[in-house]
């Protein structure tokens, strides 16, 4: 029986970061075309082998001349000059110009033998003979070879992040292929759980994200992805994929098997074939990253949560790619106003945060949700020795990207029916999901546009009894739309009506959710036709107090047999194939501070939800009704 093995000292950020600073990796000059080559980094100077242009030619359309015999032009007593022949690009002329003679030229012409300056065709008139009404000097309007660029000369320097002007000098001197520094790095995920996009999940398997989010950043900040298969978490398995990763990458990215559970074997691969600098960083997320030496190459052993691998390989692994491929780090840094409070919990944390107009709002669904960092903005990092940070206080955020500014900004509980509204309405609507109560705060503090809100309170009442207790005066109700909610059950199910779920197998929603305080409402019914009391009859259900988070993840518990029945929307259970038998209609409402009511974006708002199209593509189980659009002043 192997026993479980328990994370060594953690080591501070700063700790992990000075040893990624001592790891001795060596990039490579590797040959690439220049059609390949933007966003690479040179490996070596690059020195012209020839002349730019390579001949002496027109820069304008014009005639060839000498410039002695235009001296005496003048406007009303022009030079008359002999025209003796006519030159295109391309071509090498046969033609010399002798005193008193000119030829046509076009831009990007050879210069005949003799000529020595263009006169520009605007300065000309033309019938037998060329009339010249403007004197020209020696080399005037001609590029000389050389000019641009002499053979033997350094066009560019070795470290030059190569972009577009750069591949522009490459091709006029002729280069087709040039070194550019190389960084091999090759991805690992392992799991026994994983499975290539592209084909059908089976029970408790789920997609490969990391090894493509990874691939994606690795090439990003200049490096090589080379994307190994996922392997099994199996030691046989992972020791021989690394052992060929190790001899064709410069440096190793792994995801997955690196906490201190008993089936996370990395640490003891890289142990006994290497050595671990690092298992452990006291931070959050990715306190189980692992930083060593396997098979003579440096690896990361990053975390399985999509969320905690890309913030370990941001914060430590991407500043690292960068400097070996010489390209700059470019993130940018802006302060901002931390929308609402939030915990360190004991160790160093790097926050993912949406920021609108100025105001940070943490996004938190955990490390084990891709779409954490995809709606994020950035992220605040919060020190060890900071408890708490109150809503309000000035932060710093690290931007992923380029920020972009929306028309309006919604805060609050999110649904199908919402992604159906923003499409229709045109407007560029930041959704930052926090819940209905999250919602209701965001309008309270003024910090957003549009709230959408669902909470049932025990008088039966959608919405309305929530705004006075969160004492707020001046924001009124637009109606949204109905939601079917009921019991999400598989096809076939014995369970027919609400009080069957006294003997299933149940899964509830959690507390505080506008879909649990109706669920509570209706076992609240069933108690007192029992005459049993509430607590009583809650006891008795075989899952009451499992709570689930989601729509989703009740369809997910019952789909996957955890259990029998569970209550949500008519669409989560539509999407997962299975059975559904409406209870209720939910009201979906917005909440809008009154300012904004006559503004341009939410009367465009209101419009696209009253519009007819809306009532046709709304998802199933969602529906319009004749209050929607119906303005409610508190």
């Keep these: 029986m192997r026993v479980r093995k328990e994370f060594r000292k953690l080591v501070t950020m700063d700790e992990a970061k000075n040893i990624v600073l001592r790891l001795d990796i060596q990039t490579r000059?590797?040959?690439?075309?220049?059609?390949?080559?933007?966003?690479?980094?040179?490996?070596?100077?690059?020195?012209?082998?020839?002349?730019?242009?390579?001949f002496n030619r027109a820069s304008m359309d014009g005639y060839a001349v000498c410039a002695s015999d235009t001296y005496q032009a003048r406007e009303d007593r022009p030079v008359t000059l002999r025209l003796v022949g006519s030159i295109a690009p391309g071509i090498n002329p046969d033609i010399r110009i002798g005193k008193g003679e000119a030829a046509e030229i076009a831009t990007g012409a050879v210069m005949p033998e003799g000529a020595d300056s263009v006169v520009m065709v605007e300065y000309t008139s033309i019938d037998m003979d060329l009339h010249v009404r403007r004197?020209?000097?020696?080399?005037?309007?001609?590029?000389?070879?050389?000019?641009?660029?002499?053979?033997?000369?350094?066009?560019?320097?070795?470290?030059?992040?190569?972009?577009?002007?750069?591949?522009?000098?490459?091709?006029?001197?002729?280069?087709?292929?040039?070194?550019?520094l190389g960084l091999n790095v090759g991805i690992v995920s392992t799991g026994n759980e994983l499975v290539e996009p592209g084909n059908?999940?089976?029970?408790?398997?789920?997609?490969?994200?990391?090894?493509?989010?990874?691939?994606?950043?690795?090439?990003?900040?200049?490096?090589?992805?080379?994307?190994?298969?996922?392997?099994?978490?199996?030691?046989d398995e992972i020791k021989k994929v690394l052992?060929?990763?190790?001899?064709?990458?410069?440096?190793?990215?792994?995801?997955?098997?690196?906490?201190?559970?008993?089936?996370?074997?990395?640490?003891?691969?890289?142990?006994?074939?290497?050595?671990?600098?690092?298992?452990?960083?006291?931070?959050?997320?990715?306190?189980?990253a692992i930083i060593g030496k396997v098979f003579g190459k440096t690896i990361f052993g990053l975390p399985g949560y999509p969320a905690s691998s890309l913030i370990i390989f941001n914060e430590?692994?991407?500043?690292?790619?960068?400097?070996?491929?010489?390209?700059?780090?470019?993130?940018?840094?802006?302060?901002?106003?931390?929308?609402?409070?939030?915990?360190?919990?004991?160790?160093?944390?790097?926050?993912?945060?949406?920021?609108?107009?100025?105001?940070?709002y943490p996004v938190e669904k955990g490390s084990g949700a891709i779409t954490t960092l995809s709606e994020a903005d950035g992220f605040i990092e919060l020190p060890s020795t900071v408890e708490m940070l109150e809503a309000g206080e000035a932060v710093e955020v690290t931007l992923f990207g380029k920020l972009e500014a929306p028309d309006l900004l919604f805060v609050g509980s999110h649904c199908l029916g919402l992604d159906t509204l923003i499409d229709l309405s045109g407007l560029k609507i930041r959704v930052i999901n926090v819940g209905s109560s999250g919602g209701l705060s965001a309008i309270r503090n003024g910090t957003a546009d549009i709230a959408g809100v669902h909470l049932l309170d025990e008088s039966g009442v959608y919405n309305i009894p929530f705004l006075r207790k969160f004492g707020i005066k001046n924001a009124v109700i637009v109606?949204?739309?109905?939601?079917?909610?009921?019991?999400?059950?598989?096809?076939?199910?014995?369970?027919?009506?609400?009080?069957?779920?006294?003997?299933?197998?149940?899964?509830?929603?959690?507390?505080?959710?506008?879909?649990?305080?109706?669920?509570?409402?209706?076992?609240?019914?069933?108690?007192?036709?029992?005459?049993?009391?509430?607590?009583?009859?809650?006891?008795?259900?075989?899952?009451?107090?499992?709570?689930?988070?989601?729509h989703s993840a009740v369809a997910a518990a019952v789909k996957l047999g955890k259990a029998d029945a569970g209550v949500g929307i008519r669409a989560a259970a539509e999407l997962n194939g299975l059975g559904f038998?409406?209870?209720?209609?939910?009201?979906?409402?917005?909440?809008?501070?009154?300012?904004?009511?006559?503004?341009?974006?939410?009367?465009?708002?209101?419009?696209?939800?009253?519009?007819?199209?809306?009532?046709?593509?709304?998802?199933?189980?969602?529906?319009?009704y004749e209050r929607t659009g119906e303005l409610i002043n508190i």
């Design 29 to 54: 000059p590797v040959e690439t075309d220049i059609e390949n080559a933007p966003g690479c980094v040179l490996a070596e100077d690059v020195v012209s082998e020839v002349d730019v242009p390579p």
């Design 135 to 180: 004197p020209v000097s020696i080399n005037e309007n001609v590029m000389h070879a050389g000019a641009d660029i002499m053979a033997g000369e350094r066009v560019l320097k070795k470290g030059t992040l190569i972009g577009v002007r750069e591949i522009g000098v490459l091709a006029a001197i002729g280069k087709k292929k040039i070194a550019v």
């Design 200 to 235: 059908k999940l089976g029970a408790g398997e789920i997609y490969d994200i990391n090894s493509f989010s990874l691939a994606s950043g690795v090439k990003e900040c200049g490096g090589t992805p080379v994307r190994y298969p996922k392997v099994r978490d199996d030691e």
């Design 243 to 288: 052992t060929e990763a190790a001899q064709n990458s410069d440096i190793i990215l792994t995801s997955g098997s690196t906490s201190a559970g008993s089936g996370d074997i990395m640490y003891r691969i890289i142990g006994e074939n290497g050595t671990v600098l690092a298992h452990g960083i006291d931070i959050k997320p990715g306190k189980p």
């Design 316 to 360: 430590f692994v991407a500043p690292l790619i960068r400097k070996m491929t010489g390209k700059k780090d470019e993130r940018v840094r802006t302060k901002a106003t931390l929308a609402e409070r939030v915990r360190s919990e004991g160790r160093s944390q790097l926050l993912p945060v949406g920021i609108v107009r100025g105001f940070a």
């Design 479 to 550: 109606k949204g739309y109905l939601r079917e909610q009921g019991l999400i059950v598989r096809k076939g199910s014995s369970i027919r009506e609400f009080e069957d779920i006294i003997n299933a197998r149940f899964i509830n929603r959690n507390t505080g959710s506008g879909t649990r305080v109706m669920t509570d409402m209706k076992l609240m019914e069933v108690a007192k036709l029992r005459s049993i009391s509430f607590e009583e009859l809650t006891n008795s259900i075989d899952g009451y107090h499992t709570e689930a988070k989601t």
């Design 581 to 624: 038998i409406k209870i209720a209609d939910e009201e979906y409402d917005f909440v809008i501070p009154r300012k904004l009511l006559d503004s341009r974006e939410i009367r465009v708002f209101r419009e696209a939800l009253c519009g007819k199209e809306f009532r046709e593509k709304l998802p199933s189980g969602l529906r319009t």
